[in-house]
């Protein structure tokens, strides 16, 4: 090893099947007095710990997915999440570490909130009272308040940061366009 090149390597991920070639390749760095960082999603706790209990990091981060609720969803495969907690139970023990979450929409099966969205748009043109004409438009807002949250959340995802200023820009026109739109439209219709 070129000493005057490189003091560090940061080790990211990998299969868990060659554990034991891992642990040989990270002794065999250390012996060279590598400072060595790794990063793991929490999936092998048992790994891990041999790393802890040998010394063979110097810091450790962690990407931690999101609720246990959600785990697998974001991974895509199922997850033992008492695996994950013993990780997260594990990493603070190395001299430096560090958790982190990325922050994604996630694309849940069930359509609860445009259900409710849709469903108290189409009974606003039913209602005959001050009371029931709230009470719909209420629950239009709750229905809205998910993805005006959820929107702002995959302009953030999807766009680089110097592009998110237009892109919420475009996003937050979209309302009182259609509003405008919408009168004009529904004037004429009812003329």
Request: hydrophobic share 40%.
């Amino acid at each position: 090893m070129h000493k005057e090149w490189v003091d560090g390597l940061n080790v990211s991920r990998g299969n868990p099947e060659y554990g034991e070639d891992f642990l040989t390749l990270l002794r065999y760095l250390k012996s060279k007095a590598m400072k060595l960082k790794i990063d793991t999603n929490g999936k092998n706790s048992e790994l891990l710990g041999r790393i802890l209990k040998e010394g063979l990091a110097d810091m450790v981060v962690m990407e931690v997915l999101g609720p246990k609720t959600l785990y697998s969803q974001i991974a895509g495969e199922t997850i033992d999440f008492s695996d994950i907690e013993k990780t997260i139970s594990i990493v603070p023990q190395f001299p430096q570490y560090r958790f982190y979450t990325t922050v994604v929409p996630v694309i849940r099966e069930e359509k609860f909130m445009s259900t409710v969205w849709s469903f108290f748009c189409l009974a606003t043109a039913w209602m005959n009272s001050y009371g029931g004409l709230l009470f719909t438009r209420l629950m239009v807002g709750l229905g809205c308040a998910g993805y005006n949250t959820a929107g702002y959340a995959l302009i953030g995802a999807w766009f680089p940061p110097r592009k998110r200023g237009l892109m919420t820009g475009l996003f937050n026109t979209g309302q009182p366009l259609g509003a405008f739109v919408g009168v004009g439209i529904a004037g004429w219709l009812a003329g």
